[in-house]
């Protein structure tokens, strides 16, 4: 019987696509290899992503960096509602939980900035 084997890099990258397309959100925190890419040469959670797969479950943590001025709630919920159906119409996989952190909040001045 032939397999489908779904690589941990293909689902990070549904994460990462699912999160990217919530309004408000920016990016993903990328904590400070950032800024300092020596501390973080075991290359752990490169896009702000992280996940853990047991028994076909997935539970989710995103670091994100979000717009000023949006509702933040709303952000976090909007997050996970679209991991969550992405993930699950597009793998045999459940998802038990998404946590989302917000790692900074970025005003519009300073985006048009950059």
Do not use: C
């Not at 293909?10 to 699912?18: G, K, R, V, Y």
């Not at 300092?36 to 670091?63: C, E, S, W």
Request: glycine share 4%.
């Amino acid at each position: 019987m032939s397999k489908v084997i779904i690589s941990e890099e293909a689902i990070e990258s549904m994460i990462l696509n699912a999160t990217l397309g919530v309004e408000g959100v920016l990016d993903t925190w990328k904590g400070f290899e950032e800024y300092i890419p020596y501390m973080n040469k075991d290359r752990q959670h490169p896009h702000g992503i992280d996940f853990m797969l047991a028994d076909n479950k997935l539970t989710i943590t995103v670091f994100v960096i979000v717009k000023y001025d949006y509702n933040l709630k709303k952000i976090g919920e909007e997050i996970q509602n679209q991991i969550k159906s992405q993930i699950e119409s597009m793998t045999p996989f459940t998802v038990t939980d998404v946590n989302v952190i917000i790692e900074d909040i970025i005003a519009q001045d300073a985006i048009r900035k950059k």
